[in-house]
């Protein structure tokens, strides 16, 4: 059974840095394209950023771009996402997910066949 687990969200302020990480077990990691995702209360969950199982990189949103940059260790089984300039609207859930399949897009989140159950991100101003 693949899990997924998330950490490193907490309260921050304004321009303030943040590095989530997801451990994954249970599954062939290094065969999984991974992405992350957030989501604030009331809204859909948002495409935050994905990574290819050999570290190739999809486009960042522009809400993220330039702030965020997502990346992954094989060797230990984790992805992360270092967060910069973090502004109140960064405020969320934030959510890693696993792919097996490795065509098509990694941006939706029904392009993903496992999730872990969430880290909050909180942004102050």
């Known amino acids: 059974q693949v899990q997924l687990v998330e950490s490193g969200g907490g309260l921050v302020q304004a321009g303030d840095s943040l590095r989530l990480s997801c451990a994954v077990s249970?599954?062939?990691?290094?065969?999984?394209?991974m992405g992350w995702f957030r989501q604030a209360p009331g809204k859909e969950r948002e495409f935050v950023a994905a990574?290819?199982?050999?570290?190739?990189?999809?486009a960042y949103p522009d809400s993220v771009k330039g702030r965020f940059t997502i990346s992954r260790d094989n060797a230990k089984n984790t992805m992360y996402l270092q967060m910069n300039s973090l502004k109140p609207e960064d405020t969320a859930a934030y959510y890693c997910a696993a792919r097996r399949s490795t065509v098509g897009r990694q941006t939706r989140p029904f392009d993903y066949d496992y999730w872990g159950q969430g880290t909050q991100v909180s942004v102050s101003s």
């Open positions: 990574i290819t199982w050999s570290g190739g990189i999809i």
């Open positions: 249970g599954g062939t990691f290094n065969r999984y394209g």
